[in-house]
């Protein structure tokens, strides 16, 4: 289908968005394709938490943006979910109450049982941290497991396109580095990524597109593999430090 | 900016909040309102009145118990119904020699206020609904007695309420009675609220952990809360029946205490003025629909319907205009590391926290292993490891959440008590969390000042009476707050809801909030975690300031750059035990470390 392939696979266009009548996002233009990996940086209060909860139907928003084809206007999050648009939101939101393994199978709780089960176990395969872990509630893992959990919880419903929060905050650097070596293979096997992220190096060594957003709006797109790539980030980022009066 | 112009005290008003005039004046126009009522209503509407001022003298009391300390305290008409028979009963004689309508009052309050005290002392040991529950049946039994103790309460028959002498016994001079003791509750919550204790409540309400490291001790806390309450309310009691001039335990129905509960609630948590608003409202509302009287109930719950969905924050959250200006969106964190000296004023002395052979199991599983640690004042002591290896667990055996099994934590020589977790802070133990606990109601300012309660010098009372060492400790708070947040970087920020923040400023507000003991040592879980590169390095040397002022700092982390930049001694865990401790350099070229952490 050429027509179809054409078209990215999330594409949003003069997005806004924000919290009551504060105003967070103005007119942001992002598009990921199938099986691409996009990082989303900025400094904090940026706009890019409110950007992937406005895309995945968290916060109202005005604009256009389509996911797969597909129009989605007044879509609820239960629809974008279903509609193949994964969103692991930051700060290790687990059920802490729930043993590991129900944390994971209500991640995927519409799919047939005997695929639920069989999408889990192999999700539990790559992290066998948590993996040792799950029969036991999710409140005794360590923050940082209880990030992997969120992470783990991302990737059992195999979406189109997965969009993960700062999902190295709170990891150790070898675990940072096994994250970003799943999101790698995810991408072979034609899952599409978008990442926002603070550890700036590896995101854009993983990346194969990088945007960088400040003040609501993007200031940068660029493939990554751009030589001047790390400087014109720098400035993007400066931008915003540049105008904050300093304190004596 | 000049920092010493901005950090300057500011007197802290009536209310002894910070913005003075605004906050105080819808109360000031309610107060001209209700003096001048009687000049426009009259006859039907001044008993409107006088019941709207009866049920706030009980509702300012319990917004204290329900909206600040959060405690789910529906029975409350319990004390009502208490208060109303003690005033009558003594005040008409049939059992006692008759006393005097006002000392009768008197009396009934301090009875009330043990039986608040009584009623509340459950929610110390239960929760939420089990707490609920108990009132509820309070609520039950003070009823059944006084149906079934005849000899006093009159039964079914009931008894008339007391009468109050001259000049308060026509219909507006009683009116002025209960608007002046109204006035009068409002004037002293209002204080509390703003006073250590009020933020201390809210603390427990929303952040109890933060609570407890602050050193806020519940039980201290809510005691007072209770008496004060169940006094106010059983106050309410004996102006109650002097308003029905003949009471009977059906006046006193459950519906009641779901009005007095629903006012706070639909006035919002955390404030005096909306719950007010919210008694008037309800007070009034089925005065107005009248011939919708069968209907009261169902209009109660469609009305707190409407505004759980509509504004969760409830009428006080829409009349806070200040709070929907919006931020800059390009404000950075600026840290004044040099501000440091200023807030650690005084001379301190060397010393050391240790670890000990320190032991720990969680269900046979073995979290830490035969641990020696040791911190020295002045220094950064950074503490990494792979997921899971006990770091957090460490800092919560230190600060007194978790009980060692075996080994001790001792602070210069002397063991800490296991699980004395509120006794950390008196000896300057701080810590922030890994994911920040902060009161999202309140503002920034608010929060930090938490931090210092344990500070302050005035009691329960001096602050409900505004007396002169309430209103030096708030402002002493008050400057101490402004200092430390100037010294994060946060300042400007003060007066802001600190559900607004992001979550890199909320980082540096725990900071802020710990540096408030002006700590010996000062525990931290993942300072760094969603920081930037740049936030992160002006965060590496505000740590090296607080270090330099002879703090000892353990940084739990995962940004080697952070760790091996500031930290003067490095120790590594794995599976909770010691894997290898040294300093930056040696710990970056460690082989085991490099495979089990670090990576290559």
């Known amino acids: 289908m050429p027509t179809l392939a054409a078209e990215s696979l999330l594409q949003a266009s003069d997005l806004s968005a924000g919290y009551g009548k504060i105003r967070v996002l103005h007119g942001v233009d992002l598009r990921v394709g199938a099986g691409e990996i996009v990082a989303l940086l900025g400094p904090n209060g940026a706009g890019k938490t409110t950007l992937l909860r406005a895309v995945s139907g968290l916060l109202p928003w005005s604009g256009n943006v389509r996911f797969a084809g597909r129009d989605l206007t007044g879509a609820s999050p239960r629809d974008v979910i279903k509609a193949g648009l994964g969103h692991v939101i930051e700060g290790h939101r687990v059920f802490t109450q729930l043993p590991v393994l129900d944390n994971l199978l209500l991640a995927a709780y519409d799919l047939p049982r005997g695929e639920r089960i069989a999408r889990v176990e192999e999700v539990l395969e790559l992290f066998p941290e948590v993996a040792a872990k799950r029969h036991e509630r999710a409140a005794s893992l360590s923050g940082g497991q209880q990030q992997i959990l969120a992470v783990a919880q991302g990737l059992v419903r195999r979406p189109k396109l997965l969009m993960l929060d700062e999902p190295s905050a709170g990891l150790s650097p070898v675990l940072v580095d096994r994250v970003l070596v799943v999101l790698r293979q995810l991408r072979e096997a034609g899952t599409a990524v978008l990442l926002v992220e603070q550890l700036i190096e590896k995101a854009l060594a993983l990346a194969d597109r990088v945007y960088a957003l400040a003040r609501g709006s993007i200031v940068l797109e660029a493939r990554t593999g751009e030589a001047d790539l790390p400087l014109r980030l720098e400035d993007a980022y400066l931008a915003t430090a540049r105008r904050t009066p300093q304190s004596d | ?600």
């Open chain 2, 1 to 600: 900016m000049d920092a010493a112009a901005k950090l300057r005290p500011r007197r802290a008003n009536v209310l002894g909040s910070t913005s003075t005039f605004s906050a105080a004046l819808p109360l000031l126009v309610l107060l001209l309102l209700g003096l001048g009522f009687p000049l426009f209503g009259g006859g039907y509407w001044g008993v409107i009145a006088t019941r709207a001022c009866v049920y706030w003298v009980l509702v300012s009391g319990l917004n204290l118990v329900v909206g600040f300390a959060g405690q789910i305290a529906i029975g409350w008409v319990a004390l009502l119904t208490l208060g109303a028979y003690t005033t009558s009963v003594l005040a008409a004689g049939n059992v006692t020699p008759a006393f005097p309508p006002y000392l009768a009052l008197a009396i009934a309050a301090t009875v009330g206020g043990v039986f608040g005290l009584i009623i509340g002392l459950p929610a110390l040991r239960l929760r939420t609904f089990y707490f609920a529950i108990t009132t509820l049946g309070f609520a039950t039994i003070v009823t059944q007695v006084a149906l079934a103790w005849q000899s006093v309460t009159g039964g079914g028959v009931g008894v008339p309420g007391p009468i109050f002498p001259e000049p308060f016994s026509s219909q507006w001079g009683f009116y002025y009675f209960c608007f002046g003791l109204a006035a009068i509750c409002t004037w002293m919550t209002a204080n509390l609220a703003a006073s250590r204790f009020g933020r201390a409540l809210t603390a427990i309400r929303d952040a109890e952990v933060a609570a407890e490291a602050s050193g806020i001790s519940k039980p201290a806390l809510l005691v007072p809360v209770f008496l004060f309450s169940g006094a106010v309310a059983a106050a309410a009691g004996g102006l109650f029946a002097s308003l029905q001039s003949y009471i009977t335990p059906d006046a006193f129905t459950l519906d009641l205490s779901v009005l007095f509960f629903i006012a706070i609630l639909i006035g919002g948590r955390g404030s005096i003025l909306g719950p007010l608003l919210g008694t008037i409202l309800l007070t009034v509302l089925p005065e107005l629909a009248a011939p919708l009287v069968a209907w009261s109930t169902f209009l109660y719950a469609v009305l707190l319907l409407v505004i759980v969905l509509a504004i969760p924050g409830g009428i006080a959250e829409l009349l806070d205009f200040k709070n929907r200006r919006p931020l800059a969106s390009d404000r950075a964190i600026i840290p004044q590391p040099n501000l440091i000296k200023r807030l650690f004023d005084e001379p301190r002395e060397a010393g050391t926290l240790t670890l000990e052979q320190l032991a720990m199991n969680f269900g046979g599983v073995k979290a830490i292993d035969d641990l020696d640690l040791e911190i020295r004042r002045g220094q950064v002591h950074g503490l990494i490891g792979p997921n899971g290896s006990g770091k957090t667990t460490i800092l919560n055996v230190i600060s007194g959440y978790y009980a060692q099994q075996h080994g001790a934590v001792r602070l210069n020589g002397t063991a800490l008590p296991i699980l004395a977790r509120r006794q950390r802070a008196r000896m300057r133990i701080a810590r922030t969390f890994q994911t920040p606990r902060i009161v999202g109601s309140a503002s920034v300012l608010q929060n930090v000042m938490i931090g210092g309660t344990i500070d302050g010098k005035g009691t329960f009372v001096e602050s409900l009476l505004s007396l002169p060492r309430h209103r030096r400790d708030e402002n002493t708070l008050h400057a101490t707050a402004m200092l430390a947040l100037a010294t994060v970087g946060l300042d400007r920020l003060a007066q802001v809801r600190a559900d607004r923040l992001q979550h890199s400023e909320l980082r540096f507000t725990e900071i802020a909030r710990a540096l408030m003991l002006r700590p010996a040592f000062l525990l931290l879980d993942e300072p760094a975690a969603g920081l930037t590169t740049e936030e992160i390095e002006r965060l590496g040397a505000l740590l090296l300031a607080i270090a330099q002022v002879g703090t000892g700092v353990l940084v739990v982390e995962h940004h080697p750059d952070l760790i091996f930049d500031i930290c003067h001694h490095v120790t590594v865990l794995n599976l909770g035990r010691l894997l290898a401790a040294g300093t930056p350099a040696e710990i970056r070229s460690h082989r085991e470390v490099v495979n089990a952490y670090l990576g290559g």
